[in-house]
């Protein structure tokens, strides 16, 4: 069996979300603390073995390759100025080896996804997307990777998502479960309120057989107008087993304004530079409110 060695980060989305942020600069990039969220995506992605990165960018992605490139003229002049420490952050990402293609339009997830085939080729690949940083003691893609050297098979990261949340998901609908690995009868993309068929909710990490793109490159459009990898997985589950896994880690979503602010704190509050300081501040601010309430 071939081994997982690629991985996929689709990067391409507008980031409507986030405007008029993300009107120039791309919401991969937008901070959490002094780390752009991407560098999160890629730090899972190399802790889980991967060895070959593909990112699938789109217009104005352009600050994501030079993040990942190296900028020696910033490099000399923090090495003129003794500072060593941050010498050596501006350049833990830029020793791998990072690969770029262009979606030329924004044709959804599943399309990003197929923009990459001719770099996966015949072996089986992760994605990893950027809306979701997953913190784990083992790696969520990793945890997914053994996953599927035991069985084989795609499979799916998934977790527990309240009632009111399933419609902005991916939801599975499982058959059994084995030691938290689910058999998957339906995989249905952002189901309408109240007709989601469990809260199992995909949470932006895969590991697919090739065989995959066979299905992506004839699917139809779906939730949003797009085409969507949800879509082409359940079509894919229909030959070959594909499998969901309730990884163990904390997942936080950065594709929402709450969420982002959320994870921004939670960091914020690991951080040795600066948690003290939030820690009081956050204290006096929840005083001041209940003052007022
Ligand atoms: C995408 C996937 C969806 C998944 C979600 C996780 O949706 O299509 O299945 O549950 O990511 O973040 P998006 O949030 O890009 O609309």
């Known amino acids: 069996m071939k081994k997982v060695r690629k991985a996929i ?47 699938v960018t789109g217009k104005g992605k352009r600050a994501i390759e030079d993040h990942f490139d190296r900028n020696f003229e910033l490099e000399e002049n923090l090495a003129s100025k003794d500072k060593i420490e941050l010498l ?23 399309h990003a996804v197929w923009c990459a085939r001719n770099f996966v080729g015949d072996e089986p690949f992760a994605v990893l997307l950027g809306d979701d940083i997953i913190r784990a003691e083992i790696p969520c893609t990793l945890q997914l990777i053994e996953q599927f050297n035991e069985t084989g098979s795609s499979v ?4 527990t998502v309240e009632d009111y949340e399933t419609h902005r998901y991916g939801i599975i609908d499982p058959i059994s479960s084995n030691n938290r690995r689910y058999e998957v009868s339906k995989f249905v993309e952002k189901p309408k309120q109240g007709t989601a068929p469990s809260n199992l909710a995909i949470m932006g990490r895969y590991i697919l057989t090739p065989e995959i793109f ?21 079509k894919l589950n229909a030959v070959q087993k594909v499998f969901a896994y309730d990884f163990i880690g904390k997942r936080y979503d950065v594709g929402e304004k709450i969420g982002f602010v959320k994870t921004t704190i939670d960091m914020a509050l690991e951080n040795d530079e600066i948690k003290e300081e939030l820690y009081s501040y956050l204290k006096k ?9």
Do not use: C, W
Request: aromatic share 4%; hydrophobic share 40%.
């Open 156 to 159: 799916i990261g998934v977790q």
């Open 88 to 110: 050596r952050k501006i350049n833990q990402s830029s020793n791998v080896d990072i690969h770029y293609i262009r979606q030329k339009e924004p044709k959804g997830l599943g």
């Open 9 to 55: 980060i689709p990067a391409a989305g507008l980031g409507t979300r986030f405007l008029p942020a993300t009107k120039a600069m791309p919401k991969e990039m937008l901070p959490i603390v002094d780390r752009p969220t991407i560098e999160y995506i890629v730090e899972e992605a190399i802790e889980s073995g991967i060895q070959d990165i593909i990112i």
């Open 285 to 293: 601010k929840i005083l001041e409110l209940d003052l007022y309430n």
């Open 214 to 234: 066979s299905f992506i490159e004839t699917q139809e459009k779906g939730a949003g107008g797009e085409i969507q990898l949800t879509d082409a997985i359940q």
